[in-house]
């Protein structure tokens, strides 16, 4: 799915979108739509009427533990994590009546994966390779949460990470740019459409600005620090797509970048993402991240967040936020409560905070919520406005496409469901886990469990056995969580083993599932070790050591190391954290209805060690190999290779890929693209998907390019014996990569292509850049 085609046939007129056909490296020139021009007036005139005061309230975004009467009378500018539409009718009712200046107040929202209607975790929409899984995903999300009042949502999530420690890799598409930038565009389409002001859309936040995705050793909120080109051929491309697609707002992350927090940064908020890409919306601090900059006072009780030391104290915090381009502040209160002084001091200007303003006017003008600030509150209580059957249908074949099947020897799968099947594991009836981490207002009871979807497509018997814990006892009310074992997190003891080996000895098939459950994912929830927690691999064992045909059904939301799982199990169905109708979606690929297609948008390694381990690394001069010492290997793994790479993904059929064509062997610099077709076959007896991926690879050039870069792919469906051909598009823009001066520039020389279903295979050919 190529970016530009993508953008284009979601909708986005180009005349909207400035530079987004151009190449990704393309700077975009800020420019007004012509209907933004009443919109600009109008923003204006309401700043001209502003106070400092009222412009210092309109800069600050509340949670909803936070907003009072008085945040509302005095034009408070945002509010987050309210979803009852009473209350946010009630504050909005005071801001626009009670306030001097009758502005709105924008609700915001973390729909992540949906509203009430829960999709895959977005790590698993990227598993897809299916850009409308995301869409949809993000479209009903969307009406959803405009329903109850919602009019941001902080989402795409667009972290690209290397880093599978990190709990927040379950949020974004995985390890590589140019997948997330895909994912990126789809998803802020599906939310704001052509246009936010509609009642069903709302505007994106797309997050977290930037580097959020490398902090070290996989620790949320730790420092990250890299090459400006890292910066600027990884980590950020995913943004600008978003930014070119439309999205209006951006949230700041808590990280700092080579020593300067994300959210008091000029380099990337005013000179990269205002200034250079000409983004015209607003920037959201992360929860606190403002306050977080400054140093932590000597005697620290109840002071609150600190920590970055980029500033002596609260004010210099809020003026280094707000210089930087932070336009608002969530949860810390520090520019609106210094604000006055530090215009007095001299160390804000009335220009910076004017402009914060503006931009956040005018996403309230773009959002339409002058004119429609309230909500319809009998449309947003009536349970027909949530979780429809056809909302459910699409949450269900998303789940469906999501899902990657690592291993299936001698074809133990599909199983027959006529069969009789023993469901077994902590996870085998679980609704709670299905729904993932940020599961917005998404009910456990609303999930279908897998054991509840194997009942349903299943003819045999079937039964359940647990064998061991799903939950840990330490979700402490109090945040204060003491370190855990890795063996206490799950499955703590083999005590229910016997009745689970019982159960598999009276069925034909086994279905075991197994995983992370949802608390061990996402923000705040970094692993040290990778492999399946507590003594699950003990209960496969036991379950080999009946005999029966098995299968492994897997439930998390990071990459793992399943070495071992892979040594011990004849087949593996990586179903993520797969939502609402993930039991049936589970059920539809065991049992065969659905042909699994989905492939891995980020490597599993083999052990924790080889992380950070990922498809798009650069050569070094002494590559790794395992026979050989003075190299770059590990000299007690046997391999240099992940255990599942990049793209990675098995079916129930077979594809070839041959007869890979390329139109021409040069491209011009500045002419037309070169284009590759390649035939895929499917050289099976079932109807199925394949993903087919283009890669490319600079052999020689300035600095040293990653072995290869995906830059295109296609999810196809075939039936059996089907012959389709595939046609890709390269340009400069493919080509071309970021210096570490920050520059992109398109080199003279050979670019390798290889076309094939996964980033370890494929044909290869070569063309050559040409000025
Ligand atoms: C997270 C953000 C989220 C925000 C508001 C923060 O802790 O990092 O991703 O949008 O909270 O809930």
Request: glycine fraction near 10%; include cysteine; aromatic fraction near 8%.
């Amino acid at each position: 799915m190529k970016l530009r085609r993508l953008v284009l046939m979601l909708g986005v007129m180009v005349v909207a979108i400035g530079g987004a056909v151009t190449a990704l490296g393309t700077l975009a020139t800020e420019k007004v739509p012509p209907a933004d021009k009443s919109v600009e007036t109008k923003v204006n005139d309401l700043l001209s009427k502003m106070t400092t005061e009222e412009k210092l309230q309109q800069v600050q975004l509340l949670s909803d533990g936070q907003i009072t009467d008085a945040d509302a009378r005095a034009g408070v500018g945002g509010v987050f994590s309210l979803t009852d539409p009473a209350k946010i009718n009630h504050f909005q009712h005071v801001a626009m009546e009670e306030s001097r200046l009758h502005i709105p107040i924008l609700f915001a929202y973390d729909t992540i994966h949906g509203y009430r209607t829960v999709f895959p975790v977005p790590l698993g929409a990227a598993s897809s390779f299916d850009p409308s899984v995301a869409q949809t995903d993000a479209t009903i999300g969307a009406r959803e949460s405009a329903t109850v009042g919602i009019k941001q949502v902080y989402s795409p999530m667009v972290d690209v990470s290397h880093e599978p420690r990190w709990g927040r890799i379950v949020e974004g598409a995985g390890e590589d740019p140019y997948l997330n930038s895909v994912f990126a565009v789809a998803r802020v389409k599906g939310a704001q459409g052509s246009d936010y002001g509609a009642s069903d859309k709302v505007v994106s936040s797309v997050k977290h600005y930037v580097a959020y995705g490398q902090p070290e050793g996989g620790r949320d909120y730790n420092t990250t620090d890299m090459s400006e080109q890292r910066l600027r051929n990884l980590y950020l491309p995913p943004f600008k797509a978003a930014i070119d697609a439309g999205a209006g707002t951006v949230m700041c992350s808590f990280n700092a970048i080579n020593g300067v927090p994300g959210c008091a940064n000029h380099y990337t908020e005013t000179d990269i993402l205002k200034n250079e890409w000409g983004f015209d919306g607003f920037i959201e601090s992360d929860y606190t991240a403002v306050a977080e900059t400054r140093a932590c006072p000597p005697v620290t009780p109840n002071e609150g967040p600190c920590g970055h030391g980029t500033a002596a104290d609260g004010p210099s915090a809020a003026a280094n936020a707000l210089m930087a381009g932070t336009d608002s502040e969530m949860v810390s209160t520090y520019i609106r409560d210094y604000g006055q002084q530090l215009l007095s001091q001299g160390k804000i200007s009335t220009a910076r905070l004017d402009d914060a303003v503006r931009r956040i006017l005018r996403v309230k003008f773009r959002a339409g919520l002058f004119d429609h600030p309230y909500v319809d509150q009998a449309k947003a209580v009536d349970p027909a406005s949530f979780l429809t059957t056809s909302d459910r249908a699409a949450a269900r074949t998303a789940a469906g496409k999501s899902m990657v099947l690592l291993k299936n020897e001698g074809q133990t799968l599909p199983l027959d469901p006529a069969k009789s099947t023993a469901v077994i594991g902590p996870f085998g009836d679980d609704q709670h886990d299905m729904l993932g981490p940020w599961w917005g207002q998404g009910r456990d009871d609303d999930a279908v469990s897998l054991l509840t979807g194997i009942k349903a497509a299943s003819t045999g018997t079937v039964t359940f056995t647990q064998a061991c814990n799903r939950e840990n006892n330490f979700d402490p009310p109090n945040n204060v969580n003491p370190p855990l074992e890795p063996d206490q997190e799950i499955c703590r003891d083999d005590s229910g083993f016997a009745a689970a080996v019982a159960a598999a000895n009276n069925a034909d098939q086994v279905v075991l599932a197994l995983g992370e459950n949802r608390e061990m994912s996402g923000e705040a929830n970094a692993r040290s070790e990778l492999d399946l927690p507590g003594r699950q691999q003990e209960l496969i064992d036991a379950i080999k050591a009946t005999g029966k045909p098995f299968v492994v059904v897997l439930f998390n939301g990071r990459p793992l190391d399943l070495t071992e799982v892979a040594a011990s199990s004849p087949a593996i169905l990586e179903a993520w954290f797969p939502g609402v109708e993930g039991g049936n979606a589970a059920a539809d690929v065991l049992f065969g209805k659905v042909n699994p297609g989905g492939k891995l948008p980020v490597s599993f390694p083999r052990r924790v060690g080889q992380v950070p381990i990922y498809y798009n690394h650069e050569p070094t001069g002494r590559p790794c190999d395992t026979t050989f010492k003075w190299n770059s290997r590990y000299r007690d793994l046997p391999s240099c290779e992940p255990l599942y790479e990049f793209g990675y993904g098995l079916s129930y059929t077979t594809f070839s890929v041959s007869n890979l064509k390329l139109n021409s062997h040069t491209m011009r610099a500045n002419g037309a693209g070169v284009t590759a077709t390649v035939d895929v076959k499917n050289t099976g007896s079932r109807r199925g998907d394949e993903v087919v991926q283009l890669y490319i690879h600079d052999p020689v050039a300035s600095i040293s390019q990653p072995v290869r870069r995906l830059r295109d792919f296609q999810r196809v469906t075939l039936d059996p014996g089907q012959t389709k051909s595939v046609k890709f598009t390269l340009d400069s823009s493919d080509v071309g990569f970021y210096d570490n001066s920050g520059r992109f520039v398109v080199e003279p020389g050979t670019i390798d292509v290889y076309v094939g279903n996964s980033s370890s295979d494929g044909l290869k050919d070569s063309f050559t850049v040409v000025r």
